[in-house]
């Protein structure tokens, strides 16, 4: 095989799951949807739905699951799909889930600002580290234009903002035109490589007796 079609198929692959993504993403949006996972394995592709309710994406007895696995295996080339999906446990720090409320407030009328401020203060009091609102659009006449709100820790670029961002985007439809939502969360718990932390000799000595009683255990 070429390189230039080994190429063409990776690239092929990901437009796959791209629009796959965009389609349960459209078909799931009432559930909550908060991600999704694609998987490929001997037997085939595991695809599996995160959602804030995910009774609304089983439907009663499964018919809702079960119509989106069937237009899965005739709408794309995914071998053997299996569609599965799974509860968000804390929709508050999933950024797709905030984005698509933000989105919906807005779209009920909402100002952006009391919505972005109040997502932005629930993520902060469920635990994470920091957070960025990012609201794009026709906001309140006919120029375009964009604000953000920020709270606590962020990173923009580089490594650290990859590994440690989750990010997550939705659209507002509205009589001005449309409005883009994008929230970036550091989870909770996140350790930068700036940071560092100082023991006193007694705790490191309890952490060294407490590795060497696990490590007898797991003997």
Request: glycine content about 8%; hydrophobic content about 35%.
């Amino acid at each position: 095989m070429s390189k230039e079609s080994t190429v063409r198929k990776i690239i092929n692959r990901n437009v796959e799951r791209l629009l796959v993504r965009e389609f349960l993403m459209k078909n799931t949006k009432k559930s909550g949807f908060g991600g999704l996972d694609i998987r490929r394995t001997p037997t085939g592709t595991e695809v599996t739905v995160h959602a804030e309710r995910p009774g609304m994406v089983i439907g009663r007895k499964g018919k809702i699951i079960n119509d989106l696995q069937k237009r899965l295996n005739q709408e794309f080339e995914l071998y053997r799909p299996k569609l599965t999906v799974e509860e968000v446990e804390k929709p508050t720090l999933n950024a797709q889930v905030m984005a698509e409320k933000i989105a919906s407030s807005l779209e009920r009328g909402w100002y952006h600002r009391r919505s972005c401020h109040s997502a932005a203060q629930n993520i902060m009091d469920a635990g994470a580290r920091g957070v960025i609102v990012t609201v794009a659009g026709k906001l309140t006449g006919s120029r375009n234009r964009t604000e953000k709100y920020i709270r606590g820790h962020v990173k923009y670029c580089g490594e650290t903002a990859l590994q440690h961002m989750d990010k997550g985007y939705s659209v507002a439809v509205k009589k001005l035109g449309t409005i883009g939502v994008s929230v970036e969360i550091m989870r909770p718990g996140t350790k930068l490589p700036h940071e560092i932390s100082i023991y006193s000799n007694e705790q490191l000595a309890i952490a060294a007796a407490q590795e060497e009683i696990e490590g007898e255990a797991a003997q």
